[in-house]
């Protein structure tokens, strides 16, 4: 299983906000603030939304936000639309040997 | 900044998966950045291989570092990746990542697959 616990599956309606939580440890997501997000479409590559907790890559749409409060971190789709769905995993480093520690990734249903 | 991954689709068990990332708009020995490999098997999550910086320092997964050899071949702006004595659990897409500055992955190959089969 997964280092970081994520709920396997999210749904919404077009408009509609949604959370999606990345739950972690003192080592990793709750030690450090370098929890990324990541959204893959099915065949693509994953795309870089969310680093560093709350900061958002050039060009990433103002609708994604991301958090922390202790050791679970969380993104956050505002206004979902059509295009959002897709598959969200979570990153975070971690003071341990694997260096990264991954979510197990959730898939988002836009109704 | 661009990064392609080539490299045989098909390897046979017990033998050594190849593949090399190309790297354009950036220089592997920057300085800068590490460089990653990522894998993800079919219907499944992300998993981190291994990375290498521009000295040559590598950091593999446990999980993998006994079977794992990622180099770098900064005349051809590249980096490559071995994994030995592979099984069918090896199958999977293959991508090659820019690894920074920070703790996140901005630039990813487009992936490539590799099926473990004989």
């Known amino acids: 299983q997964s280092a970081l616990t994520q709920p396997a599956s999210m749904s919404g309606s077009p408009g509609q906000s949604i959370t999606i939580s990345c739950t972690g440890t003192s080592s990793d997501i709750g030690g450090h603030d370098y929890v990324s997000w990541y959204q893959q479409h099915p065949g693509k590559a994953p795309k870089l939304l969310i680093y560093e907790v709350s900061n958002r890559p050039s060009g990433v749409s103002a609708r994604f936000s991301g958090s922390k409060s202790g050791n679970t971190a969380s993104l956050t789709i505002s206004g979902l639309q059509a295009e959002d769905d897709a598959d969200y995993y979570c990153i975070s480093y971690t003071s341990g040997s694997t260096y990264m520690v991954f979510g197990g990734g959730t898939k988002l249903t836009v109704l | 900044v661009q990064l392609q991954e080539s490299g045989p689709g098909l390897v046979k068990p017990s033998q050594t998966l190849s593949l090399t990332c190309s790297v354009s708009?950036?220089?592997?020995?920057?300085?800068?950045?590490?460089w990653s490999w990522i894998r993800q098997p079919a219907g499944k999550g992300l998993e981190w291989i291994g990375r290498?910086?521009?000295?040559?320092?590598?950091n593999y997964n446990p999980s993998l570092r006994s079977r794992v050899t990622i180099s770098m071949d900064t005349s051809k702006n590249q980096f490559s990746l071995k994994l030995n004595s592979v099984t069918a659990a090896d199958t999977a897409v293959y991508y090659c990542?820019?690894?920074?500055?920070?703790?996140?992955?901005?630039?990813w190959g487009p992936g490539t697959l590799v099926s473990v089969s004989s």
């Open positions: 990542a820019r690894d920074g500055p920070g703790y996140f992955f901005l630039y």
């Open positions: 708009g950036d220089s592997v020995d920057s300085g800068l950045n590490y």
């Open positions: 290498i910086y521009t000295s040559g320092v590598t």
